[in-house]
């Protein structure tokens, strides 16, 4: 049979009615962004001419093809064989139960190459052009047939010719079509993305609390899906909202985008520290595809899956609705999971807040009711996901505010589900507590750590004698100090819940803590201060302050609202960066997070603090017998927090003696040195990174004894001063 007679019997080509020309070649090459072809040595491609017809084949050594014979016109070249290389990590994407991907050895092979520019911009020339007849830049989603778990497409300086796909009709709508009788070089774009550093040490370290502050921030954006309604009936779906955890994960550093906007609001930028990794260790957001996956189907109206009911919970417009927001995601080594804090409507009811303590049924002790609903619900979402992709990996939490109170939980009900047995560790910012004393001690092996940013005062809430089933509380003392720095400013005791345990902050604390250092000179020292004085002082404020026999708490809301400490982007952002730029220069200088000048001002403050409690005390004592009698737990109260204030010097005099190590600034990573260089590399190439911010750095040493003392005193030697502490209330 002729040629010809064999094309007028198949099939696609019955009513043909003109002979096509046959006898046509073309050659390509596949190449990475330096010009080189081995990368795609040995691949098996295919390749459909005009007239549909097939022609398989093996790339070389260096990455090339050629069909012989083909009929006149573009040819389409397509590269879909499935991954079968052995490797555990891709078998196990293939096969999971869940989601499973249809990965290509194309994809695996792209995995492995790495962009010519750092910042993964696209290349303007490559060296293999010079044999080219005609170039054009590709990604591994124009040459395969399943793309939803695939990147978006990046902008390119040498797009592929869409003209030609359309001279094929059906036979171009798959692959790259090239020209005939041509030379035709592809540069394939590395398939790279970009991951947002987090140590899966347990241990504290500076990256994981500014990195996590980011992240916890991000959980106040919606998911950022477009279409986000059930039923989605699209084919595919988007990630257009900036900026949102969908469109951070699901679009900008799927291109390898660095991102730096966790709020509509933020105008600073604070980056990320991001690690360059091949596309399948991103944090994924799960693909959607109602052809390859049935619980993307939208006959499924709204038991339909899709990626925002996957990572988001957002159940403010439910009937049993808890104001709750948080999102999950993961890759091989991790599990993120984010919960938003407080909004505005939910600081206005907070007067009001259900501060009922309730048995917390998946352990020990008593939790906040309101807190314990909301945490339930984030178990739910969780539960659900770690079904579908927990295959022991870390677990990594964080939120901010009533997210952090909402993560304590969460957190504890995994750590106590055999199920998972997961490792757990947890960074929470500004919480407020959550639980009692007996929840906290049968929780002490969970790792949490919790960053309070100076006054911030929402970490003083609910206070620890709240229980709004009792109506009668202890009275309180407070005690406001002078001459010492306004961090350390008021104290109060006395004030107890008598129908219960008291509430209790768990975790280990890290506390932000500015220093004026005198002029217009500033420092800052994160710490773990042990006394009240420091870490409750908001709250002290405002239990002076009686209404009917309740603290007023108004003035928390305005402080916490429309005060910087408590602030995301106003306040521990800008906290946390400090912190680790701080970190940063103390490890290259091989010195202690606290300098001689800065442990003698904080020093001398401590011990003025223990001389008041000390005179505050005695006084009480000098009173009437049936005064005392009246006030014996403030005495009491009053000779724990000398104690307590003796433990914080104790815990400074550590930092102030223990110098930085790798470890403590950036966890795990500190046991990989060389991919630590070329990631801060690239993080320090923003201008924002190198700024010279005082609270980043350490101060500088004092010139003389006198401005030592001066600073110290808060006050010129010699100058006059009063001892004003407030009565009894």
């Not at 003389?704 to 003392?709: G, M, N, P, V």
Request: with cysteine; proline share 6%.
């Amino acid at each position: 049979m002729s040629n010809l007679d064999a094309q007028l019997k198949h099939p696609l080509n019955s009513r043909m009615f003109t002979c096509p020309v046959q006898g046509r070649w073309t050659s390509f090459q596949l190449v990475d962004e330096s010009g080189e072809g081995l990368p795609y040595a040995g691949l098996a491609y295919e390749v459909i001419d005009t007239e549909g017809y097939s022609h398989k084949g093996l790339l070389d050594s260096t990455g090339a093809g050629k069909v012989e014979n083909h009929f006149a016109g573009p040819i389409a070249l397509i590269i879909k064989e499935q991954y079968r290389g052995g490797k555990e990590f891709y078998e196990y994407l293939l096969e999971r139960p869940h989601y499973p991907l249809p990965i290509t050895e194309l994809q695996v092979r792209a995995e492995q190459t790495r962009y010519s520019h750092k910042d993964g911009s696209r290349t303007q020339s490559n060296p293999a052009q010079a044999c080219a007849d005609f170039f054009c830049q590709v990604e591994v989603r124009h040459l395969v047939d399943h793309v939803a778990h695939l990147p978006p497409e990046a902008e390119c300086r040498y797009p592929p010719n869409l003209g030609w796909a359309k001279l094929m009709r059906e036979h171009g709508e798959r692959g790259v079509s090239l020209l005939s009788n041509k030379h035709n070089v592809l540069e394939v774009r590395p398939l790279r993305a970009l991951l947002p550093m987090l140590s899966t040490d347990s241990q504290f370290c500076a990256l994981n609390l500014y990195q996590l502050a980011i992240m916890a921030t991000l959980s106040y954006n919606q998911f950022g899906q477009a279409p986000d309604k059930t039923p989605i009936r699209d084919k595919k779906v988007n990630f257009p909202q900036k900026p949102s955890m969908g469109n951070w994960c699901g679009d900008a550093l799927a291109k390898f985008d660095e991102i730096w906007k966790a709020d509509p609001a933020q105008t600073k930028a604070y980056y990320p520290l991001y690690e360059d990794v091949p596309y399948s260790k991103r944090l994924e957001i799960v693909p959607f595809d109602p052809d390859l996956y049935p619980a993307n189907s939208p006959d499924l109206e709204e038991k339909q899956e899709h990626p925002a009911s996957v990572h988001f919970l957002d159940d403010r417009n439910q009937i049993d609705n808890t104001d709750t927001q948080a999102f999950i995601t993961h890759n091989d080594e991790l599990v993120l999971i984010s919960v938003r804090g407080t909004n505005e409507k939910f600081a206005d009811g907070l007067r009001d807040a259900d501060a009922l303590q309730v048995p917390f049924a998946e352990g020990v002790g008593k939790v906040h009711r309101g807190f314990y609903e909301a945490a339930l619900k984030v178990y739910d979402l969780t539960a659900k996901y770690l079904d579908k992709f927990f295959t022991g990996q870390k677990l990594i939490i964080c939120g901010h505010s009533l997210g952090g109170a909402i993560t304590l939980l969460l957190s504890e009900m995994l750590r106590r589900q055999k199920k998972y047995r997961a490792d757990i560790v947890l960074y929470t910012y500004g919480s407020p507590r959550a639980a009692d004393a007996t929840f906290v001690k049968g929780a002490a092996d969970l790792v949490h750590y919790r960053m309070v940013n100076h006054n911030d005062p929402v970490p003083s809430v609910p206070g620890t004698w709240m229980n709004t089933k009792t109506s009668v509380y202890a009275t309180g003392a407070a005690l406001t100090f002078v001459n010492v720095p306004a961090g350390l400013a008021v104290f109060a005791t006395g004030i107890t819940n008598l129908s219960g345990e008291p509430y209790e902050h768990h975790g280990k604390l890290r506390h932000f803590f500015p220093v004026e250092l005198g002029g217009k000179e500033k420092s800052s020292i994160l710490w773990e201060p042990g006394c009240d004085t420091i870490t409750q002082h908001a709250a002290c404020t405002l239990a002076v302050q009686q209404i009917n026999g309740l603290p007023n708490r108004p003035g928390l809301i305005s402080q916490a609202f429309h005060g910087g400490n408590h602030s995301m982007v106003g306040g521990y952002i800008p906290s946390c960066w400090a912190a680790l730029k701080r970190a940063q220069e103390s490890l290259k200088l091989k010195s202690s997070l606290v300098t001689d000048r800065e442990f003698d001002f904080v020093d001398g403050a401590l011990t003025r603090i223990t001389d008041q409690l000390r005179s505050k005390r005695d006084d009480l004592r000098g009173r009437s017998f049936k005064y005392r009698e009246t006030h014996e737990p403030a005495v009491d109260a009053f000779n724990r927090e000398v104690d307590k204030v003796r433990e914080t010097h104790d815990r400074l005099a550590t930092v102030h003696k223990d110098k930085v190590d790798e470890a403590k600034v950036y966890g795990s990573f500190s046991q990989q040195p060389e991919v630590l260089a070329d990631n801060l590399l690239r993080w320090e190439a923003h201008p924002e990174n190198r700024v010279a911010e005082q609270l980043a750095m350490a101060p500088r040493a004092v010139e003389s004894d006198h401005e030592l003392f001066a600073s110290l005193l808060g006050r010129p030697i010699g100058a006059p001063h009063t001892l004003d502490i407030d009565s009894i209330v």
